[in-house]
C-alpha cells in the first residue's frame, strides 16, 4: 500500500504511539471523510483498534439517511459505526451553539462507553483561520486567538484534532483523485451562520496577505504566548496563594505585583476551581474582580463571592449559589464535596448533604475558634439527618465521616494548559 503524503502529515500530527484504541467523527463532509479513509490507512498498516461515530441532529430533512452513507462507508473499510442522535433541543437559544454541544457530549459518553483512548475530529487549517477571524470579531485575547487546540481533554476525553495543518482543498483533491465521494452539507453555504460569514470573507482577505495559513500561524504565535502566560500564572499561584477548606486565599500585596493578565489569568483559575463552568467568565467581570481584590472590596461573580480581611483575600462559593443545593450521600454535592463514611452509619436513605448554612452554625458552638469568616463556613458542605448537623468541614468534624474535594491542591496549581 503506497503511502499518501497527507497520511503521512496526518501520521505525524497524531505522534507516536498511535492512540491503540481510536475513534473519528464522521459527519459525511469532504473533511471527515478524507480522515476516516486516511485513518483507515494508517491503522490497516500500523495496526491498532478504529471506529467512528456520526452525530445526527435531526435539523433538517435527510440527516438520518445521510448518517446511514457513512455507515455504508465504513462497513466497507471494515469499521464499526454508530450513529448518535440528538432529540432534546428545546428551540431556544443559539442552535449552532447548542447543536456543538450535545454532539461533544454525546460523542464523549460513546467513546467512554466504547474504551477509546482519544477521539480524532476533522476540523482542517481552514477551520483554524475561520476561527480565528471570528474570534478577532469578538474582541478575543490571547486564548482566544490560539484558536483550537491540535489536542484538549475535555469530559473525560482525549479529542484530537490532526489535521489543522492541512488545507481543504487539499482533502478534497485527495478524496478527488482517489474517487471518494461525500456529502455537501447545505447549511454549509447559509450566510446567516457566522462562520460561514468568515468562510467566504476568506477569499476577500487573501489580496491583504490573510489566508488561511497566516491566520494559522497567527494562532500558532498565540498559543506559545497562552503558554507562557499560563506557566507564569502557575508561578504566581504558588506564590501568593493558598487553598483552605474549599476557599482560596491571596495575599492581596503580593497578588497587586503581577500584570493585569495574570492577575485575571489567576482569578479564572480560582473562578473554576471554585464552581466549574463550561463558559469562564468574561474579561469584564474578571478585571471588576481584579479591582476589587485590589482594592479590598467585597464582590460576587460566577457563583463566587469575595471578602477581603487585611491582607487576605478569601474566594469562595457563594452562600446564595448552594443555598437549595441537596445531594444524596453517595453523590458530589455543588459538584465538588464528597462526603465519605469511615464505619458503618446510619441508614444512607436518611442523609443528605447540603450547606451548612445558619442553621447548621449553629449547632457547632466553637466556629469562632477558627478564625474563618462566618460567610466562607455558610457555603460549607454539611451532612445532615433531618435538622441534625452530622458532620461538616473544619467546624464539625466526625471519627465515621471524611470530607473531600473532587478537586484538590494540584487540579488548582498545575497549569490550566
Same mark, same amino acid.
Given at each position: ?55 445526527? $441532529?435531526g435539523l433538517r430533512k435527510g440527516s438520518a439517511a445521510e448518517a446511514e452513507q ?11 459505526? $454508530? ?21 461533544? /457530549? ?11 483512548? %482519544? ?75 457566522? /462562520? ?22 497567527v494562532a500558532a504565535n498565540m498559543a506559545e504566548a497562552r503558554d507562557a502566560l499560563? /506557566?507564569?500564572?502557575?508561578? %504566581? ?123 447548621g452554625l449553629k449547632q457547632c458552638d466553637n466556629w469562632r475558634d477558627f478564625d474563618?469568616? /462566618? ?43
Amino acid at each position: 500500500m503506497q503511502q499518501e503524503p497527507l497520511e503521512t502529515a496526518l501520521e505525524t500530527a497524531l505522534g507516536a504511539p498511535l492512540p491503540a484504541r481510536l475513534g473519528v467523527a464522521v459527519s459525511g463532509g469532504s473533511d471527515s471523510i478524507a480522515l476516516l479513509h486516511l485513518l483507515a490507512r494508517i491503522y490497516a498498516r500500523r495496526g491498532g483498534y478504529l471506529q467512528a461515530v456520526t452525530v445526527d $441532529h435531526g435539523l433538517r430533512k435527510g440527516s438520518a439517511a445521510e448518517a446511514e452513507q457513512v455507515a455504508v462507508v465504513c462497513a466497507g473499510l471494515g469499521l464499526q459505526h $454508530h450513529i448518535l442522535r440528538w432529540e432534546q433541543w428545546d428551540q431556544s437559544g443559539n442552535l449552532q451553539d447548542a447543536a456543538r454541544q450535545a454532539r461533544y /457530549r454525546l460523542m464523549a459518553d460513546w467513546a467512554k462507553t466504547q474504551n477509546l483512548d %482519544a477521539v480524532a475530529l476533522g476540523h482542517t487549517a481552514d477551520d483554524q483561520a475561520e476561527t480565528v477571524l471570528l474570534r478577532l470579531g469578538r474582541r478575543s485575547g490571547v486564548d482566544g486567538l490560539s484558536a483550537m487546540a491540535a489536542q484538549r481533554t475535555d469530559a473525560g476525553v482525549l479529542w484530537l484534532r490532526p489535521m489543522l495543518g492541512i488545507s481543504r482543498t487539499a482533502l478534497r483533491d485527495y478524496l478527488k483523485k482517489a474517487g471518494i465521494a461525500w456529502i455537501d452539507d447545505p447549511s454549509n453555504e447559509d450566510a446567516r451562520f457566522d /462562520r460561514i460569514k468568515a468562510r467566504q470573507a476568506m477569499g476577500a482577505l487573501e489580496a491583504l496577505g490573510i489566508t488561511a495559513e497566516g491566520l494559522g500561524v497567527v494562532a500558532a504565535n498565540m498559543a506559545e504566548a497562552r503558554d507562557a502566560l499560563e /506557566r507564569y500564572t502557575t508561578l %504566581a499561584a504558588q506564590s501568593c496563594v493558598r487553598l483552605l477548606h474549599g476557599a482560596i486565599v491571596l495575599r492581596r500585596e503580593a497578588f497587586a505585583t503581577y500584570p493585569p493578565e495574570v492577575q485575571r489569568r489567576l482569578l479564572r483559575r480560582a473562578l473554576d476551581w471554585i464552581a466549574p463552568s463550561s463558559y469562564p467568565p468574561r474579561r469584564a467581570g474578571l478585571t471588576q474582580l481584579m479591582h476589587a481584590l485590589v482594592a479590598g472590596e467585597a464582590t460576587t461573580l460566577a457563583g463566587c463571592a469575595l471578602l477581603c480581611r487585611k491582607d487576605d483575600a478569601w474566594l469562595f462559593r457563594e452562600f446564595n449559589a448552594v443555598k437549595s443545593e441537596v445531594a444524596s450521600i453517595d453523590a458530589l454535592w455543588d459538584g465538588r464535596w464528597r462526603c465519605l463514611p469511615v464505619a458503618n452509619n446510619t441508614d444512607p436513605m436518611l442523609l443528605e448533604l447540603r450547606a451548612l448554612s445558619s442553621n447548621g452554625l449553629k449547632q457547632c458552638d466553637n466556629w469562632r475558634d477558627f478564625d474563618l469568616p /462566618r460567610s466562607v463556613l455558610l457555603s460549607l458542605p454539611g451532612l445532615w439527618h433531618g435538622d441534625t448537623l452530622l458532620s461538616s468541614p473544619v467546624v464539625k468534624t466526625s471519627q465515621n465521616w471524611h470530607w473531600e474535594l473532587a478537586q484538590g491542591a494540584n487540579a488548582f496549581f498545575r497549569s490550566a494548559l
